[in-house]
């Protein structure tokens, strides 16, 4: 293929919370750069993903999940989401195939609607491995009558099947383009961020209920002290003291399980020995404090 075929262009990953799409990046990507868990709203903010070939760059948008915000960072997250709609060259709409469509899925379909969208829309029926194959006509159809004019694929992000054939799809939908971002960069979130949310990804894979979910971490140390290994000093800000012993533990065997699975996971990311510190403080309900939100680096840019 000559220089002047070379594709580029901009997918935005939408849909509601937890049904795989920071998964398929990573999959994609082969490669973990966003947290996944098992518990909606996972992915706070944008991330870009990217993949560079001789052919294209396909840069894949990881948007946090839409929901009904309660908080101002449940605001943040979905003006973060909804802004991408008319930013980019293909709308990838991911659903869970394996429930009906949500509340949640029904508003997304109309706002592809009301953007006229349909055409640049592609639906990934995602988590197919948990449909039995005799059922999965049925279950499609609840998502494409929601949607009729978009193309769509039936796929697994988790076990990876579907996935070539889909990004062949995505490739051939972006446009001639230039090479955006150097051939090296995979995101566009510092390592130091990506290690915030992988701290985030042990709280959600750890403590039950809300909790997670009213906690901020925030990095206030990440200093490399030779090429095999880093120091990462991080604060677990609750929104409420009464989590402290639930968040510490007995003799503090839940913040040591905390920090272990995040260390772990670092690790794999950085391809180092990461040493982690982990503190926790009360910063009473920061999720509604804009000036807290501000300083962890949550809010809208108005260009
Ligand atoms: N069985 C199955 N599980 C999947 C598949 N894709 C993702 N999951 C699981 O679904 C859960 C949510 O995945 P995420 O990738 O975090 O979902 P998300 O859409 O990014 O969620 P938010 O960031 O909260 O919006 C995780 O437990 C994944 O392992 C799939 O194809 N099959
Ligand atoms: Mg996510």
Redesign the pocket.
Known sequence: MSKAEFRSGYVG?V?????????????ILGQKI???????????RNQLGILTTEQYQLILV??????QPVTKIGDFMNES?LGTFSDVDVILW?V?I?VKPFAEDINIAQKIKALNLQENTLIAL?????VVQEDLEKAAENYLELLPEAESLV?????A?GVDRLLERLIERIPVGPQYFPEDQITDLYERQIACDLIRESLLMNLSEEIPHAIAVRLDEYKDRSEKNAYIHATLLLDRESHKPIVIGKKGAMIRKIGEYARMEIEKLTDRNIYLELNVKVEKNWRNNPKVLRALGYFIRKD
């Open positions: 990953v849909g509601r919370p937890n049904v795989g799409k920071s998964t398929l990046i990573n999959q966003a947290a996944v868990s098992p518990r909606p709203q996972t992915t706070q990881d948007t946090p999940g839409i929901h989401a991911i869970d394996s995602n988590k197919a491995d948990l796929i697994s992000a988790q076990i099947a």
